[in-house]
């Protein structure tokens, strides 16, 4: 009787036994079809030329030049020209900030300002076996505005260069697996949600290693991915006992499965686990000024045990000339330790974003592509600080700038915006709060300066454009995006430090203009004209931070590329 389990068990490993040998099968079937180009390879990165196989490996190489001259003007919406003196002037001297401090952001490049070259050049190489059991991919990258000592420079030793290995992935397929699993490592761009659709939850190149698999109409892609790691110091006299714990580093946790219902209609789940033990609470200001003004309890609570969950969906729909996507997203947890006190010390995460757009095709009506799209955004805010909830929508990094529908390098909003309180590639004003700045997500690179907040007031976002293309060659571009704040937040002035409540509302809208001209299959020019015109909240804005100011943004910017 005791042993009637057995018969299950040896039932299922049967029906595993079948599964894996068909697998197998397939396998052997598949490696019959030999590589004939890598170029043409999904399995191979960017690169088009190709040098044919050397034995059994194909491989090919290619390149990119992309030189970008920009021109800034009131990045800060004025606010430099509104104030005299320095912000922080309470401070020592040495700690106080220029005029222009708002008009300072980070982009890939490092930091910029006003008017500068930045140039992003890559190489790239592949490798990938006739029976493509393995894969091969690599990208070296310099990318920086451009002087003298950055080009002499050529990525040596000082930190005005950065040469270097920006992509590397590698695959292995894994035939003892059954649905065509392949074994993926190395840092490539990976996410949950890019592209296609909001880039409300995650898109970006961190370390990890990730498994792939399909079977018919659904596919899907499970990872892990170490953001931010304590285990490593440049030396070991830095591995002390106070920064050596296994349990201040970030680790992400995440996988999506799609289902293709038909070539035009397409549906995702996806979920992530965020596990954060490596970012003290605190503000921007409470950085700035170590503690003497705002929020800064890094000696009183290091890092709070913060786990944060993503759990959502997205669908995008062709019916005939019309497209639609939708996207819902909830973001749940808690936060233990915080060093807030009381109530505040340990906090739960509930927060939720939707999305939504809908474009037409104009092509058969005008005689080329011509396509008009609406769409929207929202993220939920917190709306109370005084309870032990923390309502204010984060991403795992906050990707709008990387989708299709509302994004793009050209945005203002989406490269760092210090007085729309947003980190580079997301729109969300992440910097603002209403007085409990728990870290509960954002980019990794910036999160110990007060990014990432909890408590953010949400962002609703109404998008619309058109994108036309009169010739295969010429493609033109234009899109508004206009932000409202859902909840109040808390501002401290740079000028004394004093809190000030900012209600929310509209606060104003970017245009943003881009016409692309293919001059050949490899090589393009990009023209970008970028304004954002603020509203009343914005200017409320710069009057808490210290400097009343309503000045229309403009970026300006010619890109010159060449990609093979």
């Known amino acids: 009787m005791k042993k009637q389990w057995l018969k299950p068990v040896l039932a299922l490993t049967a029906v595993a036994m079948q599964i894996s040998v068909a697998s197998a099968q397939e396998i052997v079937s598949k490696k019959s079809e030999e590589v004939q180009d890598i170029t043409k390879e999904l399995l191979a990165g960017p690169g088009t030329v190709n040098i044919g196989g050397i034995k059994d490996i194909h491989m090919s190489f290619g390149g990119q030049i992309r030189i970008i001259p920009t021109i800034e003007n009131n990045y800060d919406f004025g606010m430099g020209q509104a104030t005299t003196g320095t912000f922080l002037p309470f401070l020592p001297a040495a700690n106080q900030l220029g005029k222009d401090y708002f008009k300072n952001h980070s982009n890939e490049a490092g930091g910029v300002n006003n008017n500068y070259i930045r140039s992003e050049n890559r190489l790239y190489f592949n490798a990938l076996p006739k029976d493509r059991e393995w894969s091969f991919y690599a990208a070296l990258e310099f990318d920086r505005a451009l002087d003298t000592n950055t080009v002499d420079e050529r990525g040596g030793k000082t930190g005005g260069s950065n040469f270097g290995l920006e992509r590397l992935h590698g695959t292995m397929a894994l035939p003892f697996l059954p649905f065509n699993s392949r074994l993926h490592a190395g840092w490539d761009v990976w996410g949950l949600d890019y592209g296609e659709a909001a880039g409300l939850v995650y898109g970006d190149d961190n370390p990890g290693f990730w498994l792939t698999g399909d079977k018919g109409p659904i596919s899907w892609n499970i990872g892990y991915f170490k953001l931010g790691e304590n285990n490593f110091q440049n030396s070991i006299g830095s591995l002390t006992s106070a920064n050596s714990s296994e349990r201040s580093d970030r680790d992400l946790y995440s996988g999506y499965v799609d289902y293709k219902i038909n070539p035009n209609h397409k549906a995702r789940v996806f979920y992530a686990y965020d596990q954060i ?72 995460i509930s927060a939720y974003a939707a999305s939504a757009d809908i474009s037409l095709e104009l092509k058969e009506m005008i005689g080329f592509s011509v396509k008009p799209h609406i769409g929207f955004m929202y993220t939920s805010g917190d709306d109370n600080a005084a309870d032990s909830k923390l309502g204010g929508y984060q991403g795992v ?168």
């Open 397 to 564: 990094d906050n990707a709008q700038r990387f989708s299709s529908r509302w994004g793009g390098e050209n945005t203002i909003i989406g490269d760092t915006n210090l007085v729309l309180g947003t980190m580079l590639y997301g729109y969300i004003p992440e910097l603002y709060g209403n007085g409990t700045p728990v870290f509960t997500g954002g980019l990794q690179n910036t999160s110990g300066l007060g990014s990432g907040r909890g408590d953010n007031p949400g962002l609703t976002m109404l998008s619309y454009g058109i994108t036309a293309t009169p010739k295969k060659h010429i493609i033109f571009k234009t899109n508004a995006n206009s932000f409202l704040w859902n909840e109040d937040i808390s501002v401290n002035s740079y000028k004394t430090g004093a809190p000030t409540t900012v209600q929310s509302g509209y606060v104003g809208t970017e245009w943003d203009n881009e016409l692309t001209l293919a001059l050949s299959k490899h090589s393009y020019i990009k023209t970008q004209v970028s304004y954002f015109f603020p509203g009343k909240v914005l200017n409320n804005t710069t009057a808490a931070l210290g400097a009343a100011s309503d000045k229309v943004a403009s970026r300006y910017a010619v890109e010159l590329i060449w990609n093979f």
């Open 277 to 348: 033990r490596n970012v003290a609470t605190k503000d921007l200001i409470g950085v700035l000024t170590g503690g003497a003004v705002g929020i800064n309890r890094s000696s009183v609570a290091p890092s709070p045990k913060t786990d944060s969950h993503h759990a959502g969906a997205y669908y995008v729909g062709n019916f005939g000339p019309v497209e639609f996507f939708g996207e819902g997203v909830y973001q749940f947890g808690t936060s233990k330790g915080t060093g807030l006190g009381g109530t505040r010390e340990n906090m739960d």
